[in-house]
């Protein structure tokens, strides 16, 4: 498994911005589909956007469409996600997810693809 650390949230205003940060170690980072879920209480876990190994393909949920952009930087081991616009309804808890993929073009939507989580950075959005 790859070891992922999350880091970036914090509280900010509606319409503000973040950037959360994922930092891979223990694999070769170039063999992993990289995604972003969020938790919010008492909700289940969700999708909110994943990327390619290369990093030329990316999805996203319908809900983040337009506000955030997921990215990467194999040399550096890390996985971005840039949220703009954020709304009291993106307030969650935000964990990054590594899924062992076999080609570079390869991305993965679904949870129980991912076989290593970090630990999770909270994203409060106050009105």
């Known amino acids: 498994q790859v070891q992922l650390v999350e880091s970036g949230g914090g509280l900010v205003q509606a319409g503000g911005s973040l950037r959360l940060s994922c930092a891979a170690s223990g694999r070769t980072f170039t063999n992993y589909a990289m995604g972003w879920f969020r938790q919010a209480p008492e909700k289940e876990r969700e999708f909110v956007a994943t990327?390619?190994?290369?990093?030329?393909?990316?999805f996203y949920a319908d809900s983040v469409k337009g506000r955030i952009t997921i990215s990467r930087d194999n040399a550096k081991n890390t996985v971005y996600l840039q949220m703009n616009s954020l709304r009291p309804e993106d307030t969650a808890v935000y964990y990054c997810?590594?899924?062992?993929?076999?080609?570079?073009?390869?991305?993965?939507?679904?949870?129980?693809?991912?076989?290593?989580w970090g630990q999770g950075t909270q994203v409060t959005v106050s009105s």
């Open positions: 997810a590594a899924d062992r993929v076999y080609s570079h073009s390869d991305i993965a939507i679904r949870g129980v693809q991912y076989d290593s």
């Open positions: 990327i390619s190994p290369s990093g030329g393909r990316t």
